[in-house]
């Protein structure tokens, strides 16, 4: 039988998706069998995907798939060793194609989507034959399933990504989803850690309250170096810290200060009610930085995230938030071009 010709390789390219310089040697080393060059492709597919495993992949795509009636959504982190990868069509067609499995299936995590049969292939067989038809090391880094009363989410531009899921009214489940998806947008660009303020532990927030005081007073300074007005400096950072006590003896003390500036007595607690909201906000600033309910909405900043639910009057508690940042917590290999391009040419 012939080896490779033109028609040959045009039929195992679309059969395989191999290049066209792999299809035109399995086709020489195959005599021209199509499916022995196949098989072929395969063998030296898993051979090139095993060099390319130790290779770092960092760049790829967070994607996100919800079914109509809002109660699941599915999000997975795919990687590729570079950018231009990442935007073939090629790969997203394979992260769309993962990202579908693991919702059909109910695949919980990374490790058992490596476990899982897709497309009548084991996982792992299947992505390196992707890998040395990409040819790059790929790796399907994490996925979820997020299942609940409503869940809605939102990806910015593959990069992040964010699943909300909610309990509600019966008659709000529209209503809900759609606030979900603003609310993820929300936590997609301002990175909560939580949900609420109560899910910080005691010793993160004793251990920032003092690096919080540590940089105010490094910051008045230099405000004192510029002549400029000082900020002031909070005695707690959370409103886990703001005890009834302490709102107590806040309060207090703002009183006699009014007192002793000779403030008449009948306008004392109005004043000292706009101050102990501005005491408790100066207070809270961990929360604002980590606690999603507790930050300043994006889509209305004049509220919170809690405050923008409420408005609702839905009944609506968010009750669990993931959120995707592509290669977070990937050690990027710091390249030496020069180096690189001098290893290359082997000099």
Not at 60 to 66: L, N, P
Not at 79 to 94: G, M, P
Not at 155 to 167: E, N, P, Q, T
Not at 281 to 300: G, R
Request: glycine content about 6%; charged content about 25%; hydrophobic content about 40%.
């Amino acid at each position: 039988m012939a080896g490779a010709t033109p028609k040959l390789i045009k039929e195992l390219r679309e059969k395989s998706g191999a290049g066209m310089l792999d299809c035109k040697n399995a086709l020489n080393e195959c005599n021209g069998d199509i499916e022995e060059s196949i098989k072929w492709l395969r063998e030296q597919g898993l051979a090139k995907a095993a060099k390319k495993s130790g290779n770092v992949a960092a760049e790829g795509i967070v994607t996100i798939h919800v079914n109509d009636s809002f109660t699941k959504a599915t999000m997975t982190e795919v990687n590729s060793q570079t950018d231009f990868v990442a935007k073939n069509e090629q790969f997203l067609n394979l992260t769309k194609g993962i990202t579908e499995h693991v919702h059909n299936n109910n695949i919980v995590d990374a490790e058992a989507l490596a476990v899982s049969t897709i497309d009548g292939q084991d996982f792992t067989t299947f992505l390196n034959e992707k890998i040395a038809v990409i040819g790059e090391n790929l790796v399907a880094r994490k996925v979820i399933n997020v299942e609940g009363t409503v869940v809605n989410g939102y990806v910015h531009m593959g990069k992040v990504g964010v699943i909300l899921s909610a309990k509600c009214d019966d008659a709000a489940k529209e209503k809900t989803a759609d606030l979900l998806k603003k609310v993820a947008m929300h936590a997609a660009s301002m990175k909560p850690t939580c949900i609420s303020y109560t899910d910080l532990s005691p010793e993160f927030i004793e251990s920032e309250n003092k690096a919080i005081i540590a940089d105010i007073e490094k910051e008045n300074e230099e405000l004192v170096r510029l002549g400029k007005p000082l900020k002031n400096i909070p005695q707690f950072v959370s409103k886990q810290q703001l005890t009834q006590e302490a709102v107590a003896a806040a309060t207090e003390e703002m009183k006699q200060e009014l007192i002793a500036q000779g403030k008449p007595e009948k306008i004392i607690d109005n004043i000292v009610s706009g101050k102990i909201a501005r005491w408790i906000e100066d207070n809270s600033q961990l929360d604002k930085a980590h606690a999603l309910l507790s930050q300043t909405y994006v889509m209305d900043d004049s509220m919170t995230v809690e405050q923008a639910i409420n408005a609702c009057d839905a009944s609506i508690e968010i009750v669990e938030y993931i959120r995707f940042e592509l290669g977070e917590g990937i050690e990027k290999k710091e390249e030496d071009f020069a180096a690189e391009v001098a290893a290359q040419m082997g000099k």
